[in-house]
């Protein structure tokens, strides 16, 4: 949810000249709202909002003093859309020993998504802070950048929600209409996470070596293989795994017998084995490279792969 957090301490230099300015009236030194600052930067614009809900719960906010600038900002004029709060602890952090010698302390917090983080910092490089400083001719243009940026960051929040609708689609499409389901990460976390050979051939490689499941990996690579060796949907790929299954149980046997490895694979290993052997049986090493490894630089170091692929795979057509 937040991409980055980073906090400052105005230097003494820029307080000198806050204080300074024309028109500015400060009694106490406590009255400056901005010596300390934390900007706090999201991924999404949606979660600024979430991010606003956990800064006003866990601290004391100066109403007065603190601004929405999604909401102050009038539609027809550009600018960053960010939340500025002007913030103390509240009370029952102050009942904490380590927090009571900061009772008096205030300090800025702005949020902002990553979109509105980069129009601030473009911004603020290009010298122009507000409309009236923007030469007449010039106006246009930033205010139709400023609309991308907004607009960018609409579309990548409405993005978000169709892939999360499209993952909660796949899990009934992977029982039920695998045929009609193609082949990427999302659809292959699911047969990994579904199917009873690829569930019993991982148990397998646990089995014949001393190591042990982790989390899925790799997925993009696997898709990317699948649908170089011809595949497209779910549906063609479960047939041949059935199809296949006990030239993939042996080519597995055969590949980790005798071997032992400490450490974890991924969910879902044995898929890979398939795909490899697949492969060979397609075209041989050519193929699997062609699959699996084309483009990558490090080809050289596979050479204990490759080794023990062509051993296990000579083991199922041995002569």
């Not at 866990?58 to 004029?77: C, G, T, Y």
Request: proline residues 3%.
């Amino acid at each position: 949810m937040v991409h980055s957090v980073t906090g400052r301490t105005k230097d003494e230099e820029s307080l000198r000249k806050k204080l300074s300015r024309p028109g500015e009236k400060y009694a106490t030194l406590s009255d400056v709202t901005d010596i300390c600052g934390v900007r706090i930067v999201t991924y999404f614009a949606e979660e600024v909002d979430k991010v606003a809900a956990l800064i006003e719960k866990e601290f004391d906010i100066d109403r007065r003093n603190s601004v929405d600038k999604r909401k102050a900002l009038d539609p027809d004029r550009f600018g960053y859309l960010s939340v500025h709060y002007i913030a103390k602890f509240n009370a029952s952090r102050l009942e904490l020993g380590e927090y009571a010698a900061y009772k008096e302390c205030v300090a800025e917090i702005q949020i902002r998504s990553i979109l509105q983080h980069a129009w601030a910092e473009i911004e603020h490089d290009l010298g122009y802070k507000s409309e009236a400083g923007v030469p007449r001719d010039l106006q246009r243009q930033f205010s139709r950048l400023a609309g991308l940026l907004e607009i960018a960051d609409d579309g990548f929040t409405s993005l978000r929600k169709d892939l999360t609708d499209y993952s909660q689609s796949v899990s009934g499409k992977i029982k039920n209409q695998p045929e009609e389901l193609l082949i990427d990460s999302v659809s292959l976390s699911a047969l990994i996470d579904s199917d009873p050979s690829i569930k019993e051939f991982d148990q397998l490689i646990l089995s014949l070596t001393a190591g042990r499941m982790a989390g899925p990996r790799d997925l993009d690579r696997h898709a990317t293989a699948a649908i170089k060796l011809g595949f497209k949907t779910i549906g063609e790929l479960k047939a041949a795994m059935v199809a296949k299954g006990e030239s993939w149980r042996r080519f597995i046997d055969a590949f980790w017998q005798g071997r032992t490895v400490e450490g974890t694979f991924p969910t879902g290993i044995s898929l890979y084995y398939f795909l490899v052997l697949y492969a060979m049986q397609d075209g041989g090493a050519d193929r699997l490279v062609e699959a699996y490894f084309e483009g990558r630089d490090d080809l050289t170091n596979r050479g204990p792969f490759f080794y023990n692929v062509l051993r296990a795979f000579d083991a199922l057509n041995p002569g």
